[in-house]
């Protein structure tokens, strides 16, 4: 079963605008984590956000998390080209540092030139 | 981009066959997981490895199986493959919070 579920399931956009992804979760978590997949190669991991965070950046990054609402936003803001790819949201159930990932189906983003 | 190097990139085997993918995991990265990707969908955990026990599983059968050697590398095979196993096989290494996945296998059961 899945834990993440991302919302849109795909986002166009066009160069320099703001891209917002969001995901739900089922259970409770110690941390949430947001990959980034290029066109089926491996995925590069953006960003962990730990249960006791509300906000955290990095570069273009922006992420929240809501526990009580069991939801994570990713925003990328002035988005360029580069950025078209996959993007998913990953929990580890229950806390752990090294457990296992759950993932959603992930978000594809188009980001138009 | 990635410290984690996977073996080989691309394969394609027959129905019924068996296959060994291969996982260098980054340097001092203690744990290893494998995850499969079928066309579409999010990576699905198949097991991990902590200091060459498997210590979780998914919801995999037995014919996929591991290891884990004590340079923490690690191996994934699957005997008598069915066509529902193609799909991208990736690896991912970790030492604590967050993960560092290899570029995947990308195998094909014709």
């Known amino acids: 079963s899945q834990q993440g579920e991302e919302d849109p399931q795909a986002l166009s956009i066009q160069e320099g605008e703001n891209a917002t992804m969001n995901c739900s979760y089922k259970?409770?978590?110690?941390?949430l984590q947001w990959y980034r997949q290029n066109s089926g190669r491996g995925l590069v991991h953006l960003i962990l956000?730990?249960?006791?965070?509300r906000e955290k950046h990095s570069g273009r990054l922006r992420v929240t998390l809501d526990t009580s609402k069991k939801s994570s936003s990713l925003l990328i803001t002035a988005s360029r080209a580069a950025d078209t790819a996959s993007y998913f949201c990953?929990?580890?159930?229950?806390?752990?540092?090294?457990?296992?990932?759950?993932f959603g189906k992930g978000i594809t983003l188009s980001v138009r030139p | 981009e990635t410290g984690v190097t996977q073996s080989p990139t691309h394969l394609i085997k027959t129905r019924g066959q068996q296959v060994t993918l291969r996982c260098s995991s980054q340097?001092?990265?203690?744990?290893v997981s494998w995850y499969q990707q079928a066309l579409g969908q999010g990576p699905q955990f198949i097991f991990q490895?902590?200091?060459?026990?498997?210590?979780g599983r998914g919801n995999f059968p037995p014919r996929f199986s591991g290891l884990q050697f004590p340079n923490y590398s690690s191996e994934l095979n699957v005997n008598a493959l069915e066509l529902d196993d193609s799909a991208l096989y990736l690896c991912?290494?970790?030492?604590?919070?967050?993960?560092?996945f290899g570029s995947g296998t990308r195998l094909t059961v014709v």
């Open positions: 340097s001092g990265h203690n744990t």
């Open positions: 990953a929990t580890p159930p229950g806390g752990g540092a090294n457990s296992k990932l759950t």
């Open positions: 991912a290494s970790s030492l604590g919070h967050g993960y560092t």
């Open positions: 956000i730990r249960s006791n965070e």
């Open positions: 490895y902590y200091r060459e026990e498997e210590n």
């Open positions: 259970t409770s978590i110690n941390n």
